[in-house]
T-cell receptor, first 114, second 113 residues
Framework: DTEVTQTPKHLVMGMTNKKSLKCEQHMGHRAMYWYKQKAKKPPELMFVYSYEKLSINESVPSRFSPECPNSSLLNLHLHALQPEDSALYLC?????????????FGSGTRLTVV | AQSVTQPDIHITVSEGASLELRCNYSYGATPYLFWYVQSPGQGLQLLLKYFSGDTLVQGIKGFEAEFKRSQSSFNLRKPSVHWSDAAEYFCAVAGRSYQKVTFGIGTKLQVIP
């Protein structure tokens, strides 16, 4: 299995809702990442998990809450989002952090906040 | 701080023609360098990467890139473009002691018959 699987592919949520994005990989990668990508922009790093521990938080608002329950799974919990949070949320993984392997990306979750 | 410049926002080439996408980076030492491709509504796919050694790197889908330290460049090339190559291409850089990858703004490739 050489894929990163993200669910759901599309999500529409109200500003008072709570939802979660899920990311799964079975490549044995020990680093996992959340990126946010607005239209016609490059991906922007949000969080890095290394060996299931949060190693980087790029000053992301607390309405985004990441979780790494095990080495294969990465979640992003969403609460009280704003319309400007609408974007493509990409999950990625790599064998290890800090060694420049390059990422395997999932197809993303297209999030719309109404 | 590391940075990446992709000077061409949009490039149009004819099918069968050669392609070169430009990328310049800024970093104090030799970085890790990457090229990714993104089709509309999809995630990014790694085309190739440079770590060290041979400065000409071969990737998937017939792409190659050349690392030129003197020019701080890592340009992507393909000898003959196919219609399926139409996509957004991102150059990216990472420092060797810190795995934060910085992406360029991307180059949108259009392929015409």
């Amino acid at each position: 299995d050489t894929e990163v699987t993200q669910t759901p592919k599309h999500l529409v949520m109200g500003m008072t809702n709570k939802k979660s994005l899920k990311c799964e990989q079975h490549m044995g990668h020990r680093a996992m990442y959340w990126y946010k990508q607005k239209a016609k922009k490059p991906p922007e790093l949000m969080f890095v998990y290394s060996y299931e521990k949060l190693s980087i938080n790029e000053s992301v608002p607390s309405r985004f809450s990441p979780e790494c329950p095990n080495s294969s799974l990465l979640n992003l919990h969403l609460h009280a989002l704003q319309p400007e949070d609408s974007a493509l949320y990409l999950c990625a993984s790599s064998p290890r952090d800090r060694e420049g392997y390059g990422y395997t990306f999932g197809s993303g979750t297209r999030l719309t906040v109404v | 701080a590391q940075s990446v410049t992709q000077p061409d926002i949009h490039i149009t080439v004819s099918e069968g023609a050669s392609l070169e996408l430009r990328c310049n980076y800024s970093y104090g030492a030799t970085p890790y360098l990457f090229w990714y491709v993104q089709s509309p509504g999809q995630g990014l796919q790694l085309l190739l990467k440079y770590f060290s050694g041979d400065t000409l790197v071969q990737g998937i889908k017939g792409f190659e890139a050349e690392f030129k330290r003197s020019q701080s460049s890592f340009n992507l090339r393909k000898p003959s473009v196919h219609w399926s190559d139409a996509a957004e291409y991102f150059c990216a850089v990472a420092g060797r002691s810190y795995q934060k990858v910085t992406f360029g703004i991307g180059t949108k490739l259009q392929v015409i018959p």
